[in-house]
């Protein structure tokens, strides 16, 4: 596996893997790997010739008061990860590298970001948007594969790259849990030993409104109170939000058809654990 600090760097891997006719698989993170990113990166290199993982904690999609300097990184432990799953090149840039000074370029996709994270997290988008198109535009893969744990994201980066032409397929992949179903995450080392055990109901949560959509349920708002209502019975889980949407617009519903998207966010100590889950509502 080779490793690249710079933008040059890649631009000179990627050139000779092209002049080789080779496909190149993209993987952006922000590092500190888990089951989830390597699913991710075994499923690039399956389907591609080269895998390349960008590992970036890009400051500009966090507020002021989130985590960004906390965020878990350990870039030896993710370079061994990364290697043993057989990812070809590591690009692992400073801030300074990606932002240099004088840097004053966005990327903004208004309404898909309107709404969950967006209204959650103002700003949030518009950083994670603009250093995609930059990744992107960098590494110019053939396919870039994202995770549909963060569901919002995946919306907001299909519009972007269909948006802008940029000619990179977007490949959606499924959510990895842990054994106990709940999403695996690299903020859920924020957990102390209870609120870990706590933070099962999150997903039980999810799985109890997709069952009462499956059992007849056509009522978005008594899906959305039966989920905060399973949240509840944990009290070192504090729901932000709950949200019963259209899986393609992400706008709300009143009466459920189609496919639905079952989107949280809760607090559990310090943590921030957003999850997610979609339901093809029968007929
Ligand atoms: P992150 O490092 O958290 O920015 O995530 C990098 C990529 O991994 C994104 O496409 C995420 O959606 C994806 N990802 C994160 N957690 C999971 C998970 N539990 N299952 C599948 N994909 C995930």
Redesign the pocket.
């Known amino acids: 596996m080779q490793v690249a600090k710079t933008v040059r760097e890649v631009r000179a891997w990627t050139k000779l893997a092209r002049a080789d006719g080779k496909t190149i698989g993209f993987?952006?993170?922000?590092?500190?790997?888990?089951?989830?990113?390597l699913?991710?990166m075994r499923r690039a290199k399956a389907e591609c010739d080269l895998c390349v993982v960008s590992?970036f904690v890009?400051p500009t999609q966090f507020g002021p008061s989130e985590d960004f300097q906390r965020y878990p990184r350990d870039f030896a432990r993710d370079a061994a990860m990364a290697e043993s799953v057989g990812v070809d090149l590591l690009f692992a840039p400073e801030v300074e590298e990606m932002y240099p000074e004088g840097y004053q370029t966005y990327v903004e996709v208004t309404e898909v970001t309107r709404r969950l994270e967006g209204a959650a997290r103002p700003g949030h988008f518009r950083g994670v948007a603009t250093v995609c198109t930059k990744l992107f535009n960098i590494v110019q893969a053939d396919r870039a594969?994202?995770?549909?744990?963060?569901?919002q994201?995946?919306k907001v980066i299909q519009r972007m790259v269909k948006d802008l032409n940029i000619p990179t397929e977007i490949v959606p992949?499924?959510?990895?849990?842990e054994p106990d179903g709940l999403?695996?995450?690299?903020?859920n080392v924020y957990l102390k030993p209870d609120e870990r055990q706590a933070a099962t109901v999150l997903y039980r949560a999810l799985c109890a409104g997709r069952d009462a959509i499956l059992a007849g349920e056509r009522d978005a708002k008594k899906v959305k109170v039966l989920v905060e209502q399973v949240i509840a019975t944990e009290p070192l889980v504090k729901t932000e939000y709950v949200d019963v949407a259209d899986a393609e617009t992400l706008e709300p519903l009143t009466d459920l058809q189609g496919e639905v998207l079952i989107s949280l966010a809760a607090r559990v100590g310090v943590a921030r654990l957003i999850d997610n889950i979609t339901v093809t509502v029968p007929d």
Do not use: I, W
Not at 27 to 35: A, N
Not at 145 to 151: A, L, V, W
């Open positions: 993987v952006p993170t922000m590092g500190y790997f888990h089951e989830g990113h699913s991710l590992l890009n594969y994202f995770g549909k744990k963060d569901y994201q995946l992949c499924e959510t990895v849990r999403a695996m995450s690299s903020r």
